[in-house]
């Protein structure tokens, strides 16, 4: 009786690390976080690729929000994020450097509005 040949299965295909920003839009989704918009500014400005607005109901859920964010960004190997506004929880900001995120409570963020400013397509010779 001749020996069976074993088959060899190809290794399977390394999946790719996640983007940060689909990191983070994943995370806002899973923290509940409300009305999220991601707006792509390459090219409009220097700071970052893409600037995350989004709404807490509550000082407690805003505050909650930027925590799991934080906690998230390490897991996946991004560097520590910078964070203002955290012990208010009125609008926090969270700076990961490719992305920053603006995280508000509704009436802060309909004051402020900064989406609509970024959302702006600027004239490339404009000045």
Same mark, same amino acid.
């Given at each position: 009786?001749?020996?069976a040949?074993?088959?060899?299965?190809?290794?399977?295909?390394?999946?790719? /690390?996640?983007?940060?920003?689909?990191?983070?839009?994943?995370? !806002?989704?899973? $923290?509940?976080?409300?009305?999220?918009? +991601?707006? %792509?500014?390459?090219?409009?400005?220097?700071?970052?690729?893409?600037?995350?607005?989004?709404?807490?109901?509550?000082?407690?859920?805003?505050?909650?929000?930027?925590?799991?964010?934080?906690?998230?960004?390490? /897991?996946?190997?991004?560097?520590?994020?910078?964070?203002?506004? !955290?012990?208010? $929880?009125?609008?926090?900001?969270v700076? +990961?450097? %490719?992305?920053?995120?603006?995280?508000?409570?509704p009436?802060?963020?309909?004051?402020?509005?900064?989406?609509?400013?970024?959302?702006?397509?600027?004239?490339?010779?404009?000045?």
């Amino acid at each position: 009786m001749a020996a069976a040949k074993k088959k060899t299965e190809p290794a399977p295909a390394a999946v790719p /690390e996640p983007s940060m920003i689909d990191v983070v839009l994943a995370n !806002l989704e899973d $923290a509940k976080a409300e009305q999220t918009v +991601a707006i %792509d500014i390459t090219g409009k400005s220097s700071l970052t690729d893409h600037m995350v607005v989004t709404s807490g109901r509550s000082n407690r859920h805003v505050s909650a929000i930027a925590d799991q964010l934080i906690k998230v960004l390490r /897991e996946h190997g991004f560097s520590k994020p910078r964070i203002e506004g !955290l012990p208010h $929880a009125d609008w926090v900001l969270v700076d +990961a450097g %490719d992305v920053i995120v603006h995280i508000f409570r509704p009436e802060v963020r309909e004051f402020y509005n900064i989406e609509k400013m970024w959302a702006v397509d600027f004239a490339a010779d404009a000045h």
